[in-house]
């Protein structure tokens, strides 16, 4: 996915000098990883969609820019539902702006209007309802944006507050560069759009990790394997062994023992146990019982750090 810079409009008659000055004002530094980060966002958000709204979704990058706030802000529709977003470590909001296309045809296909024609939007406020529907679309765009970022840096987004008007909107100063994601988003025969405007200095602090150039590879590795291993071990039954006490006796004390002999092993009353997987000593813990009448085992001390216990399976 390319990502373009805004060009000044410029007259005809403007002279080659004055336009280049223009333009070099409104040459912005370009951000490789944010930009692979989005393409990976995009493929993220449409299964999200699908699983919300009960229908096939599919979202593409229609666009990414670098271009003043000001300009970002008058080029997303008005009236929209617009939530400014903060992340507690950067060092301003950005926007995520859902277009009235997306929010009406996520209604209509939700409440079991997808055999009907498609309503034309025309403009007005939102409803109660179109806006219950609009923040659980975006709190789900941004759960995904957020996983996303994980991959490079963890964040947590929480939406300050709604707007409708995105030219009355002031996230930075005019002038101030911004990335535009403008988001395609199919739906069955319906769609839509939605735009995230992200100024510089709320980037600032990350811009470090955004600049560097992508070479291919992962963003921090990808953590859906860990995930999907996490799960498959959490429902894997794993064999432990309760060892009450231990003694060594000499082989010809053994062959002296007689029927009916009391051995003194020398258990005390607070004899700890040992826990025992796969022949390593884990846990020591204290015996018990439980209501029911059951034994129980209250684990006192670790026997094993953790990274000793990335041993203890065997190969």
């Known amino acids: 996915m390319s990502a373009t810079s805004a060009k000044a409009d410029l007259p005809a008659s403007t002279p080659v000098e004055e336009e280049i000055i223009q333009r070099a004002k409104r040459s912005y530094e370009r951000f490789p990883i944010l930009e692979v980060l989005l393409e990976r966002f995009a493929l993220a958000v449409g299964p999200a969609l699908k699983h919300y709204i009960g229908a096939i979704c599919e979202a593409n990058i229609d666009s990414i820019d670098y271009l003043p706030t000001g300009d970002a802000l008058e080029s997303v529709p008005s009236p929209a539902l617009i939530s400014v977003v903060e992340e507690v470590e950067w060092d301003g909001p950005f926007a995520l702006v859902i277009d009235p296309t997306l929010l009406i045809s996520a209604l209509e296909i939700t409440f079991g209007g997808r055999m009907a024609e498609r309503s034309e939007w025309a403009p007005r406020s939102f409803t109660a309802i179109e806006k219950k529907i609009g923040s659980e679309i975006t709190q789900l765009?941004?759960?995904?944006?957020?996983?996303t970022f994980a991959q490079l840096t963890s964040v947590s987004f929480s939406v300050s507050h709604l707007e409708t008007n995105a030219q009355a909107m002031v996230l930075a100063p005019p002038n101030t560069g911004c990335v535009r994601l403008r988001m395609h988003v199919t739906m069955d025969d319906r769609d839509g759009y939605f735009y995230v405007v992200a100024p510089f200095n709320a980037l600032s602090t990350i811009r470090h990790l955004l600049v560097q150039p992508f070479h291919g590879g992962s963003l921090g590795g990808d953590k859906s394997w860990?995930?999907?291993?996490?799960?498959?071990?959490?429902?894997?039954?794993?064999?432990?062994?309760?060892?009450l006490h231990e003694v060594r006796v000499p082989l010809q004390d053994v062959l002296e023992w007689k029927k009916g002999q009391v051995l003194d092993l020398g258990i005390d009353n607070d004899q700890e146990v040992a826990l025992i997987c796969s022949g390593h000593d884990m846990y020591l813990a204290q015996t018990g019982k439980r209501k029911n009448g059951r034994l129980a085992l209250k684990i006192t001390d670790?026997?094993?750090?953790?990274e000793e216990m990335t041993d203890v399976l065997p190969n």
């Open 141 to 147: 765009i941004l759960d995904e944006l957020s996983e």
């Open 226 to 243: 860990r995930r999907n291993l996490t799960e498959v071990i959490s429902d894997t039954e794993v064999l432990v062994t309760a060892r």
């Open 302 to 306: 670790q026997l094993k750090d953790e």
